[in-house]
């Protein structure tokens, strides 16, 4: 753990490395909440941003040369793809083996459909951070993120989808099916 925090430290600057000790911490504490592994979040929060320093050009490349698929989306917004090339770093260079794990890495920008308890918790926290401060419903997400982390997931999807629309930004449909999905289990679980 400590390395995996030097490690950090060394290849993000001040600010991203503020960011991700700002995510290790929450995912931690929202697995406590929610009884999710805590080990698990804090390692997924500690690495979920590892491959963020590469540019966008590095990570296509990186990508080719791992055999990692790239979508449409991903290859019009090359930086989209620094999740999947940090679920291949945390393996091959931090020594991560647990799926789940590297699921969370993996999925924590766009989300997927039934994510597992750990991967919807790494998703929140890189949204509600104590660091982050510009995303105007974050008051109500972070308060929402502890009591339903379906609710504050289709928040955190709504305001990310609505802020790239209006930047006329690549919005990588994957993100799309995540509000869909999750839409409809808030949904029903207000029914409940
Ligand atoms: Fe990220
Ligand atoms: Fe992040």
């Known amino acids: ?3 995996m925090r030097d490690a950090m430290k060394k290849i993000q600057g001040e600010k991203r490395f503020a960011h991700t000790l700002g995510v290790a911490e929450t995912a931690s504490r929202l697995a406590a909440v929610y009884g999710a592994d805590r080990q698990k979040a804090l390692i997924a929060g500690l690495l979920h941003d590892c491959a963020k320093p590469m540019t966008g050009e590095k990570l296509l490349d990186f990508c080719k040369r791992h055999g990692i698929g790239v979508t449409e989306a991903e290859q019009k917004a090359p930086s989209l793809l620094h999740a999947k090339a940090g679920a291949y770093l945390a393996r091959q ?3 991560v083996e647990d799926t789940d794990v590297l699921n969370a890495i993996r ?3 766009t989300g997927r459909e039934n994510m597992s308890l750990l991967e919807q918790i790494v998703f929140v926290a890189d949204y509600v951070e104590p660091g982050r401060d510009k995303a105007p419903r974050l008051a109500q997400i972070r308060e929402m993120a502890e009591t ?8 955190i999807l709504e ?3 609505g802020y790239l629309e209006a930047e006329g930004a690549v919005i990588d449909p994957a993100s799309r ?3 869909q999905y999750y839409q409809n289990a808030a949904k029903k679980s207000g029914e409940k």
């Open 1 to 3: 753990m400590e390395q």
């Open 93 to 95: 260079e931090y020594g």
């Open 107 to 109: 999925y924590h920008t």
């Open 148 to 155: 339903s982390l379906d609710q504050a997931t289709v928040w």
């Open 159 to 161: 305001d990310t989808l």
């Open 177 to 179: 099916r995540t509000l």
